[in-house]
Structures are given as C-alpha cells and as structure tokens.
C-alpha cells in the first residue's frame, strides 16, 4: 500500500503536504483537534477550521497557536452551539453553519484569497486507487495548477507538517468525479464530505522566504 501510494504522489507531482507519522507530536495535534472531531461525529457533519499561528516548529504545525478552546457544558445540544460555546473565548473565531450543513471555524484575521482561488478543473478518475487516501486527495487538490501559480505570484510557501503515512481499507470511500470553476475551499469541502472530517488551513507568520506560509491538513471524524 505505501509503496503504491508513493508511485501515485511522484505520477501526480502533489506538493510536499502529505505524509503522517504516529509519534508524540500527532498525539499533540490530535489531542487538540479530538474534541472538534467529537462535535462533528455526533452529528454526522464535515467542516473546516481557519486560523492564524505560528509554523516554527514542524512537530507543532497544528497546535502551536491553535485557537482558544473549552470544554462544553454539554454535547447534548446541537453542533453548531457547542462549537460556538467551545471557541467563545477567543473573539477572532466566528462559527457558523453553512444551508448544507457545513461547519464553519474561521479566525477572522485569516487572509481568504487563497482558498478563494478558482480551479478551472480537477478530475479524480485519473487515479482511482489513490483517491482512497485523505492525505494523497488533499495533495493532489492544493496542487491544482491555478493554486500553484497564485502561490508563486504572492510569495506564499505551502510547508509540510510531517512525512506522513496515510492508508485506506476495502469498503473505505473514495473521491470521485469531476469538479469545475470551483474555489479551493470548495474543492476541500467535497473532499471532506466524502471522508467525514476536518480540512485545517493554518496561516503562518514567522522567518520565512515568502511572505507567507501556509498548512493544510485533514483529519476524518468518522464513518
């Protein structure tokens, strides 16, 4: 399986924003996320997560400048207040939920022209097997060739987390189809429904070469 998955990675030139390894640092992350993922499960929803942080260290991609969180009275509301409840502590993050259900986390000081990107077109046929593994899909979209050149022409750096390890199983689901005049946060909402899960965009300050660093990450919630 991981060796397929490299050969399918090189044949689609995806971006280095793939590969996770299980170590003390991804327990780091998802203990951070878990709760999230939690809400999200109950439900039976997908969403997003939006915020602005510090990318210094790669162990601590996600969590180094990860919103404020609590923990909520109750899960027995709906998703939509618990999160709310959750980040009400922090007056940047503003939770909303979209007319399909869709969980919106967004950091409002976080730049939205790059996930506003138009791709002309994204197949998923061209690699059917590889398109059952979250961490290739989400590669192969943020390697779209209009996200590419945006990135190039306003000096944004797309870092890894990690080499990451990624699989799929008989029965898991796969993205499929075609996608055409979509931004790059909708490409990522399609992904997420197929998975059931979390698309993270990190926006980054700190030394680098660009003027801005970015991170994408997925994370399933289940099913």
């Not at 207040?81 to 007319?99: C, G, H, N, S, Y």
């Not at 898991?172 to 490409?187: I, K, Y």
Request: aromatic fraction near 8%; hydrophobic fraction near 40%; glycine fraction near 8%.
């Amino acid at each position: 399986m991981i060796r397929r998955m490299i050969r399918g990675c090189t044949a689609m030139s995806i971006l280095p924003v793939i590969l996770l390894v299980a170590g003390p640092s991804h327990g780091q992350d998802q203990a951070a996320i878990s709760p999230i993922l939690d809400i999200l499960r109950k439900d039976h929803l997908s969403g997003s997560l939006q915020y602005r942080g510090r990318c210094g260290k790669q162990d601590e991609y996600v969590t180094r400048g990860f919103p404020i969180t609590t923990t909520p009275a109750s899960n027995s509301e709906p998703s939509l207040q618990i999160l709310r409840e959750m980040f009400a502590k922090d007056p940047d993050m503003q939770v909303t939920q979209a007319p399909d259900g869709t969980i919106r986390m967004i950091d409002k000081s976080v730049p939205q022209d790059l996930l506003s990107v138009k791709i002309e077109h994204i197949s998923f046929s061209d690699d059917p097997d590889t398109m059952g593994v979250p961490t290739i899909v989400l590669g192969f979209i943020t390697a779209a060739p209009e996200v590419k050149v945006f990135m190039k022409d306003h000096g944004i750096a797309l870092l890894a987390p990690r080499d990451i390890i990624d699989s799929t199983s008989p029965g898991a689901p796969h993205v499929s189809g075609e996608l055409s005049n979509v931004t790059l946060s909708q490409a990522l909402d399609y992904m997420a429904k197929t998975f059931h899960g979390l698309w993270l965009y990190k926006e980054c300050s700190g030394n680098y070469e660009n003027k801005r660093g970015v991170v994408f990450w997925f994370f399933r919630s289940g099913g």
